[in-house]
């Protein structure tokens, strides 16, 4: 079934782009047109973010407008998650003297943490024509700027755990949120007559965070850090690129 949706998918985008550069010929001049871009980025944690979290995989949207001037302009949201955290002894209260967690019934239950987040990043880029086989493509700069969350999911899976359901469970997340700016460069291709528009280059993200809890019930008797923290990330990015144009008006012929 997933196979087919995304063959649908697929083939919906393909008729989609084959349309829109039937109506335009991108190797004659700079065509200003819609960007609209579905992109995917694996992040490598470092700062403060390195202490809490490994690799982390970024899934987002982009939708934009590329100028008459090669300008870029546009709005990103991105998603991101992992499966590695860092942080140890989160549940170690929890744990009796079996090393099990049980929950309300007295069964061993399963507790997973996992990292999750999302930002979004008003962009302005620059697509540079070097190395281009048309004046829509070549070298693509950018340059956002946003809002950042981040914070830890814990699920318990089929289990009630009382201690960290619910609210409770605000008391281990390391809720952590600021302002986001990030930086992009790479290559950017409007094909001249294929639906295959991509852009793929490495990006660098920083994020100027607080953490938002009041206390950590891990370790209630330290006071949570209220000092600014510097989470950054860099890694390579790729995008499947949707130009959708404007329709070519109509001629008219009078004798």
């Given at each position: 079934m997933k196979t087919a949706i995304y063959a649908l998918i697929f083939s919906c985008f393909t008729m989609v782009s084959s349309h829109?550069?039937?109506?335009?010929?991108?190797?004659?001049?700079?065509?200003?047109?819609?960007w609209l871009i579905v992109h995917y980025a694996g992040g490598i944690p470092n700062g403060d973010l390195a202490d809490r979290y490994?690799?982390?995989?970024?899934?987002g949207v982009f939708a934009g407008y590329k100028t008459r001037r090669n300008w870029v302009f546009g709005i990103d949201g991105n998603f991101m998650f992992g499966s590695k955290v860092r942080l140890t002894g989160l549940f170690d209260h929890l744990v009796d003297s079996k090393g099990n967690?049980?929950?309300?019934?007295?069964?061993?239950?399963?507790?997973?943490?996992?990292?999750?987040?999302f930002y979004t990043n008003v962009v302005v880029g620059k697509?540079?024509?070097?190395?281009?086989?048309?004046?829509?493509?070549?070298?693509?700069?950018?340059?956002?700027?946003?809002?950042?969350?981040?914070?830890?999911?814990?699920?318990?899976q089929d289990h009630?755990?009382?201690?960290?359901?619910?609210?409770?469970?605000k008391g281990y997340d390391r809720l952590t949120t600021g302002i986001n700016t990030s930086q992009f460069i790479g290559y950017a291709l409007m094909a001249d007559d294929s639906p295959i528009n991509f852009?793929?280059?490495?990006?660098?993200?920083?994020?100027?965070?607080?953490?938002?809890?009041?206390?950590?019930?891990?370790s209630p008797e330290i006071p949570v850090s209220t000092a600014l923290r510097l989470d950054l990330q860099y890694g390579f990015k790729v995008?499947?690129?949707?130009?959708?144009?404007?329709?070519?008006?109509?001629e008219f012929y009078f004798d």
């Open positions: 829109v550069h039937a109506q335009r010929n991108v190797r004659d001049s700079i065509i200003p047109t819609t490994g690799y982390l995989s970024h899934v967690i049980t929950d309300q019934n007295g069964d061993v239950s399963t507790v997973r943490v996992m990292p999750r987040g697509v540079l024509h070097i190395l281009s086989p048309n004046p829509n493509s070549g070298v693509y700069v950018n340059f956002g700027v946003g809002y950042l969350l981040h914070k830890l999911r814990v699920e318990t009630v755990v009382p201690q960290i359901e619910l609210d409770y469970r852009y793929a280059g490495f990006f660098a993200q920083q994020g100027f965070t607080h953490n938002r809890r009041t206390i950590n019930f891990d995008g499947w690129m949707i130009p959708v144009y404007q329709r070519k008006p109509k």
